[in-house]
C-alpha cells in the first residue's frame, strides 16, 4: 500500500491504517514527504491528514511525534503540538524550552507553537525572547513567536511595532504592520492605512490588511480607504496576492454592491481596474493555475458582471479623481485618455506623479518636447531627470 496516497486519500479504512503507522511506527520518511508536499496539497487534504494524524495519537504512542520535529510544517503545527502538550498533560514544557534554545529551526517552530498552549506564568522566562524570534527573518518563528506575545496581551511588543510605523525605513513599517496584524491590533489600523498612502509598498500592505479586517466591514467604516485597499489589492493580483482572495473576500457582492449603490469616483476607478485585471485572468489561463473549482467559478462569475456594466459610465466619473492630493491618482492616469487632463499633472509637486504622467502620455504616444520641458521644470531629483531625458 502506498501509504501517502493512504493517508491523503478518501478511503477511511486506508487513511485510519496510514496514520496509525505513522504515528506508532513513527514514520519518518512519510511525515518528511507530507512536508515536501505542504504546498501541492489542497488545504482541504492537509486538514483531513492532521485530523487523522490526532486520531491516531494516544497515551502510549503521542511521544513518537517528537521523531517528526525536525521537519516543520504550519499545516501540522498545531495538531502535533497540542497532541503532545494535552497527553503529555503539559509534562514537556522543559523539553521544548530546551528545544526553542537549542533545537533546529524546525524544532523552534514547533516549540513556540507548543508555548501558545501554556499560561503566562510558564512563560514568563521565555516572553524576552519571544520579543527578539518575532523579529526574526523566519517567516513562521516569526507569526508563530507573535501569536504567543499577542496571546499574553505583551504590550511592550506592540508598543515597539506601533513606534516603528513612524519610521523613515519602509521595511522597517512594513516588517511593524506584519507583526501588529498577526498580533491582531485591530485599534491601530487606521495609522496602518496612512502609511500604506504614502508607502511604496502599498500593495504588500493591503494584502495585510485583509488579515486584519474584511474587506466588507471596512467598506461600512471607511468607504474611501476601503477602495483604496482594493484598489492596491487588484494591482497587486496574482502577482504579490492569490487570486483566491477574489472569493475569500466575496469581490462579486462588493462589485455589485460599488456599482449599483455606491459608484463614486473611486469606486469607478477600482471596477475599471477590476475589469481589466479580470479580463486578464480569462485570457492566460496560467494565472489560475493553482486556483481550486471554487475560486475558478467565482472570477468566472465576477468576469460576467465587469463585462456587463457600461464603461463609459465608468470613464466619466475617473476625473474627478484626477488632482495631485488624491489617494487614487497614480491609479486613475492609466485608465484617463484626455490629454489636456493629463497635462494639467505636469506641474504637480509630486515628482513621481509627473513621471507616472509622462510616461502615460508616451504610451499614448502623444509625448511632446513640450511636456517634457514643462516637467523638467519641476523636477530636482537626478535620477527623475535622467529617466525623463531618455523617455
Do not use: W
Not at 502510549?60 to 498545531?78: H, Q
Not at 523566519?138 to 505583551?154: F, M
Not at 482594493?230 to 462589485?255: D, G, K, M, R, T
Not at 510616461?359 to 537626478?382: F, G, N, W, Y
Amino acid at each position: 500500500m502506498d501509504l501517502f496516497k493512504a493517508l491523503t486519500g478518501k478511503n477511511p479504512a486506508e487513511y485510519e491504517q496510514a496514520a496509525s503507522i505513522l504515528v506508532g511506527n513513527p514514520d519518518v520518511e512519510l511525515f518528511k514527504k507530507l512536508v515536501q508536499q505542504d504546498e501541492f496539497l489542497f488545504d482541504f487534504i492537509k486538514n483531513n491528514v492532521a485530523k487523522r494524524i490526532r486520531h491516531a495519537c494516544n497515551k502510549i504512542n503521542y511521544k513518537n511525534l517528537f521523531e517528526f520535529l525536525n521537519y516543520y510544517s504550519p499545516s501540522y503545527d498545531s495538531v502535533i503540538t497540542e497532541a503532545i502538550f494535552t497527553l503529555g498533560n503539559g509534562s514537556h514544557t522543559k523539553e521544548m524550552k530546551d528545544m526553542f534554545f537549542n533545537g533546529s529551526d524546525a524544532q523552534k517552530n514547533y516549540a513556540v507553537k507548543y508555548f501558545s498552549l501554556l499560561s503566562k506564568d510558564e512563560l514568563e522566562d521565555i516572553i524576552p525572547y519571544l520579543r527578539e524570534s518575532a523579529k526574526l527573518e523566519d517567516e513562521y518563528l516569526a507569526v508563530n513567536s507573535i501569536e504567543v506575545l499577542s496571546k499574553n496581551n505583551d504590550e511592550l511588543s506592540k508598543a515597539e511595532a506601533v513606534k516603528q510605523l513612524d519610521s523613515e525605513d519602509e521595511f522597517e513599517q512594513y516588517n511593524a504592520i506584519k507583526f501588529l496584524v498577526s498580533y491582531g491590533a485591530k485599534e491601530v489600523l487606521p495609522k496602518i492605512l496612512n502609511v500604506m498612502k504614502k508607502s511604496s509598498l502599498s500593495e504588500n500592505i493591503a494584502s495585510e490588511v485583509l488579515y486584519l479586517k474584511d474587506i466588507g466591514a471596512l467598506i461600512e467604516e471607511n468607504f474611501e480607504d476601503a477602495v483604496l485597499v482594493l484598489c492596491n489589492i487588484i494591482n497587486a493580483i496574482p502577482e504579490i496576492i492569490s487570486p483566491s482572495v477574489a472569493a475569500e473576500q466575496n469581490f462579486i457582492e462588493i462589485f455589485e454592491y460599488l456599482y449599483y449603490e455606491k459608484l463614486t469616483s473611486s469606486s469607478a476607478l477600482l471596477l475599471r481596474m477590476a475589469k481589466e485585471k479580470f479580463t486578464s485572468f480569462e485570457e492566460n489561463e496560467e494565472y489560475l493555475f493553482d486556483c481550486d473549482k471554487n475560486t475558478k467559478d467565482e472570477i468566472a462569475n465576477i468576469n460576467k458582471f465587469l463585462k456587463e456594466i457600461n464603461v463609459n459610465k465608468l470613464s466619466s466619473l475617473l476625473y474627478d479623481e484626477l488632482y495631485e492630493e488624491s489617494d487614487f491618482v497614480f491609479f486613475a492616469v492609466d485608465y484617463v485618455n484626455d490629454v489636456e487632463e493629463l497635462e494639467t499633472l505636469l506641474d504637480s509637486s509630486n515628482q513621481t506623479l509627473i513621471l507616472k504622467v509622462l510616461t502615460r502620455l508616451k504610451e499614448k504616444q502623444v509625448l511632446k518636447p513640450t511636456h517634457k520641458e514643462t516637467a523638467l521644470c519641476h523636477i530636482t531629483s537626478d535620477n527623475i531627470k535622467q529617466i525623463i531625458e531618455v523617455l
